[in-house]
């Protein structure tokens, strides 16, 4: 037995002492080392598989262990410290020396068996890359019934009709564009349809009839909108038929990169819309009615709008060939990198984009022109790929705007009524983005229409309001969602002197049908006490005609400052749930205590960081209830508990293995072997925080314990 910074280091694969006490220690199916020796026995003997030898085998695998016999536990590392286990102790117990040509223990005499290979451990078929092509040009009525009947996903085929199978291989066909986008629609008006589907690029786009059918209604703005020329907005929609694997396959790297609000959605769509409505005396109804929309799973709302500002007018014009050049110049863009500058070719032009890192500081700078590339024509720099213009989008609600950053921290239902898609969508996002570094957890929609597949599950008053943000146009929300506790009527932006027009707080029962004035109609009364100081700043602004950016910086510094005083008492106490350097064991992270935290902010609360005073005790107690401390709880406790795990292995590499495994058995160092691996393959996926010299060690590690072993487990364990 080795100790290290009290880590102990035994062959212990028994349950702890602690887990006997408590009744958790179970005993897990693993076949992963039988599975291999099962296919190298095939292989040599070059014979098919015996199902009534496999039935022997099985037997004697499965009976009951002798007196002393070890098992794992499955939800405790800290009883295993050298990663030994007992699971597959006592399965190598009676398929090892089968393996060797002794007789099986417990009991068996039979001659060897081959062992049965699970499910898990068969190799997969060969897997071929497949084809996709852009579509032709159909038909209204033929483009919104091309999807099979049903919610199930349509599947894409490859070239030789075979189903495909969800990844795509990067040199395959679009695999690039997927990096970016799902699909691009183009919604067209129909006199007999209404709003119908025309064009899908690429054309095996993996959208159901369902999905379709809110893309063409959320691609036109309600009739109260009464939007003419050019417009645009965005919209949000749940994926339906279940969760479908991205075409593309950098999801995890990505992800574990940017911003945990700027991950890749896995459940829903974002669809970036650019719609004409002109005087057209050809068409039948007077008006020529077209949106194009750009359906992705990225939140990149500023570099989407950018995009379509230089495509939707030149496919207008020229139709279908224009759409197809610059699909295909996307599929030339590289893959979306955290924390890398990127030259994005675009009809002729380059935008220069940075995806933000989740390591960068608040308020970076914005990207730079490379100065070591010579560039032509001269890049469109985009100063971020997502953020809104803040101070635009709150100018009617700049004197609450402290209210409704509590609404958002504490996941209340809240009604947004726009007089156009595009206020009500980018109000919406802008009211998503303003708790920023803390990732929203709730549902919300930035454009919302009674042909919405939800809206009976959102409009219905038999159960209490969902956790959501609804952007809508139509008054006739105002009725259906009465009951709803927070509803922001907005009006179009009328300047009264040099601050715009306020809206005012307004009680509930004073909501009219569709004759509603602006105001933000609430009982809800606010923890903290309003910043006037901030009013000041943003009027004096105003009447030195300062830039807009420099407003909306002074804004979100305001709302970032505000989240960080909020969230660094809980970052505090969280820290100090983790064990002891001397004791790092993983899953060994205390639980957290809601009372101990209150009581911990006497002397360490958000006054020492924020000079806003008000309830911040009841604001934390409100918290608690809510998505977001939900949401934030699991991935710090995620994190630390990976944290912890990478920190066991680092004490690991630290230990003499060639000590350790002198007096151990066989089955002990497989395990080991096994184990290693396993955590290997988890730190090169970036799921263990860990240094490439800690893998090297752990190669290391695994090669000496194969070494130590007889030529056959050997030959089983690096078949190669």
Not at 86 to 97: H, I, K, M, V
Not at 177 to 202: H, I, K, M, R
Not at 645 to 657: D, P, S, T
Request: one cysteine or more; glycine letters at 6%.
């Amino acid at each position: 037995m080795i100790r290290n910074q009290d880590v102990t280091f035994s062959a212990s694969s028994r349950v702890t002492q602690e887990e006997k006490r408590n009744g958790s220690g179970t005993v897990r199916e693993c076949s992963t080392l039988s599975g291999l020796w099962w296919l190298v026995e095939r292989e040599a003997r070059n014979e098919k598989f015996d199902h009534k030898a496999d039935r022997q085998q099985k037997a004697a695998c499965t009976q009951p262990r002798p007196p002393g016999s070890s098992a794992a536990t499955t939800g405790s590392l800290a009883a295993q410290a050298l990663l030994v286990g007992g699971l597959r102790t006592s399965r190598l117990r009676c398929a090892l020396p089968a393996a060797r040509g002794a007789q099986p223990q417990h009991g068996s005499s039979g001659p060897r068996q081959p062992l049965e290979c699970s499910a898990a451990c068969r190799l997969p078929a060969p897997w071929q890359p497949p084809g996709r092509f852009l579509g032709n040009a159909l038909p209204a009525p033929a483009a919104a019934m091309e999807a099979p009947s049903g919610d199930e996903p349509r599947q894409a085929r490859d070239r030789l009709g075979a189903p495909f199978s969800g990844t795509r291989d990067p040199a395959a066909p679009w695999a690039r564009f997927s990096a970016w986008l799902e699909c691009v629609c183009v919604v067209t008006f129909d006199l007999e349809l209404g709003q119908a589907l025309e064009l899908v690029y690429p054309s095996d786009c993996r959208l159901t009839d369902k999905e379709k059918s809110s893309i063409c209604y959320l691609s036109f703005p309600d009739s109260h909108s009464g939007c003419l020329g050019d417009t645009q907005f965005s919209f949000r929609i749940r994926q339906c038929g279940g969760h479908r694997s991205p075409w593309h396959t950098n999801d995890k790297h990505y992800d574990s990169g940017v911003p945990m609000s700027l991950q890749r959605e896995p459940a829903h769509y974002f669809g970036y819309v650019y719609f004409r409505q002109v005087k057209d005396s050809s068409v039948k109804r007077g008006y020529f009615q077209k949106s194009l929309v750009l359906v992705s799973r990225l939140p990149f709302i500023r570099l989407f709008q950018a995009l379509l500002g230089l495509m939707a007018p030149e496919y207008f014009d020229k139709l279908a060939p224009c759409l197809e050049a610059v699909c295909n110049e996307i599929d030339q863009w590289p893959a979306p990198t955290p924390g890398q500058t990127l030259n994005l070719p675009i009809m002729g032009l380059v935008l220069q984009v940075r995806v933000p890192s989740r390591v960068d500081k608040p308020e970076s700078s914005p990207p730079k022109q490379c100065d070591h590339e010579n560039l032509l024509p001269a890049p469109v720099i985009l100063t971020s790929v997502h953020e809104l213009d803040l101070f635009r989008c709150f100018q009617p609600v700049l004197t609450h705007v402290q209210t409704l950053w509590e609404l958002m921290l504490l996941g209340e239902p809240l009604v947004v009524l726009a007089p156009s898609p595009a206020m009500s969508s980018e109000l919406v996002l802008a009211l998503t983005s303003c708790l920023q570094p803390l990732k929203f957890c709730c549902d919300y929609r930035p454009y919302f229409t009674i042909h919405d597949s939800e809206f009976k599950e959102f409009t219905t008053r038999t159960q209490a309001p969902p956790n959501v943000i609804l952007g809508v146009t139509n008054p006739f929300f105002i009725k259906t969602l009465q009951h709803w506790p927070h509803i922001l009527r907005v009006g179009e932006p009328k300047m009264s002197g040099d601050l715009p027009k306020q809206v005012k707080l307004k009680k509930p029962s004073r909501l009219k049908t569709l004759d509603t004035k602006p105001g933000l109609y609430t009982t809800y009364t606010a923890f903290l006490h309003r910043d006037k100081a901030l009013l000041k700043r943003l009027l004096k602004g105003l009447q030195k005609k300062r830039p807009s950016d420099v407003q909306t910086a002074l804004l979100r510094r305001h709302l970032l400052e505000l989240t960080q005083s909020f969230i660094i008492p809980l970052e505090h106490y969280m820290a100090s749930l983790m064990p002891l350097q001397k004791s790092i064991m993983p899953w060994k992270i205390r639980p957290f205590h809601q009372d101990d935290f209150l009581h911990s902010l006497e002397h360490a609360g958000p006054q020492l960081t924020c000079i806003l005073k008000g309830d911040w005790l009841g604001l934390y107690r409100r918290f608690f209830k809510s998505p977001h401390f939900d949401g934030w709880y699991r991935q710090r406790h995620k994190e630390m508990a990976q944290k912890l795990e990478a920190l066991h292995l680092e004490a690991i590499c630290e230990a003499n293995i060639e000590t350790w495994m002198r007096d151990k058995s066989e089955v002990e160092v497989v395990d080991l072997v096994l184990k290693l691996r396993e955590k290997l393959v988890r730190a090169q996926g970036h799921q263990l925080p860990v240094s490439e010299a800690t893998l090297q060690r752990v190669r290391l590690y695994i090669e000496k314990a194969i070494g130590s072993l007889p030529k056959d487990l050997q030959t089983v364990l690096c078949p190669c």
